[in-house]
């Protein structure tokens, strides 16, 4: 008979994400997990298969923690004028307690950009081609523009998003304003 579980996956998932946000993927030790989840490396090997399969499932749960944001650009209709709130907003989840990590899919694109691990470059591709297609969609509100020039300015978002992000850790909320207003300014 199986040993029933004494943790809750989503609990200890949620801890772990907040974990490689912190630190990254790579600096990350088991040792660290096991203590900030507070289970043992069998149940995590047991319930994740190891720290990778581990560390996809803290992508999910970052993505559910994340998707009130998307939703709401997603479902507005103001065109650019919502791609600067999504930004704004995205900025601001990062000035919420336990948060002041930047985007944790940013960093990973960012520590895994050179490696070939196919599992998290699909996770990266899905979310970074969601984006983008989000922009375009709000682009395409403004009828004068013509289709190549929404295309550029939509891979001048996402880049513009990796930066916000990054810069999210470490400059100051004047800065990270003024960046995202020139930012639109260039539209």
Do not use: P
């Amino acid at each position: 008979m199986a040993r029933k579980k004494q943790y809750q996956e989503d609990v200890v998932v949620e801890k772990a994400m907040n974990l490689f946000w912190r630190n990254g993927f790579e600096a990350t030790s088991m040792q660290m997990l096991e203590k900030e989840m507070g289970i043992n490396k069998f149940s995590i090997y047991s319930s994740f298969g190891n720290k990778h399969g581990l560390f996809l499932e803290s992508l999910k749960s970052y993505k559910r923690k994340v998707n009130f944001i998307f939703e709401a650009f997603k479902n507005s209709n103001n065109g650019i004028e919502d791609i600067k709130e999504f930004f704004y907003n995205s900025v601001n989840i990062c000035k919420e307690a336990g948060n002041q990590k930047g985007c944790l899919v940013t960093n990973t694109y960012n520590e895994f950009s050179e490696k070939e691990d196919e599992q998290i470059q699909e996770q990266m591709n899905l979310f970074m081609n969601n984006l983008k297609e989000l922009f375009i969609d709000k682009l395409k509100s403004d009828a004068n523009k013509e289709e190549a020039t929404i295309l550029k300015q939509a891979n001048y978002l996402v880049l513009a998003k990796h930066g916000l992000a990054a810069a999210s850790r470490v400059n100051s909320e004047k800065e990270i304003e003024d960046y995202i207003e020139m930012t639109f300014q260039n539209l």
